[in-house]
């Protein structure tokens, strides 16, 4: 299951929109993005990581990226890197079948960055909730920005999907 955010700015209207979470094509999304990260996609990083750890995993849970620098938002997945943890033995190591990432240990986080070469920071459905649920949620995410006039942007809608 996952989390839908709607944002506007309060300048200008331009909208901003974010899935954060899985969904049931969750499996899939799972098998195309190790595949791709095998070939080279994410970066030499993780496709050196997944070819030193076969058994290796990729946290693929879409979240909303927050460049620490210019306040640029963007959709992506977190990518962190993981192996098999000891109460991880036995499962499926395929691909085919998302690992339950609680029994595996974090190896590293990725490290996203933005197109002005600033550290997006990962920030997930559940955060991005709380903080919409607090009375003082515009104060509260004043670092996001439109990415078209800089203005700052209002959470408009929230909802889950699946």
């Not at 946290?59 to 938002?73: A, I, N, P, Q, S």
Request: charged share 30%; aromatic share 8%.
């Amino acid at each position: 299951m996952g989390r839908f955010f709607g944002f506007r700015c309060r300048d200008c209207g331009d909208q901003f929109e974010v899935l954060t979470g899985t969904g049931r094509s969750f499996p899939l999304v799972y098998g195309r993005t190790l595949r791709l990260a095998v070939e080279g996609k994410y970066g030499e990083e993780i496709r050196r990581f997944l070819e030193e750890h076969p058994d290796g995993a990729l946290d693929c849970e879409r979240v909303l990226l927050l460049c620490t620098e210019c306040g640029e938002l963007a959709n992506g997945m977190d990518l962190s890197m993981y192996i098999p943890g000891e109460n991880s033995a036995g499962e499926e190591k395929s691909g085919a079948v998302p690992p339950d990432l609680k029994t595996y240990r974090l190896i590293r986080s990725c490290e996203h960055k933005c197109q002005c070469g600033g550290k997006m920071k990962v920030i997930r459905g559940e955060e991005l909730a709380r903080l919409a649920e607090t009375e003082d949620a515009l104060n509260k995410m004043k670092d996001f920005r439109c990415s078209e006039c800089g203005g700052q942007l209002q959470l408009t809608a929230g909802t889950v999907w699946d």
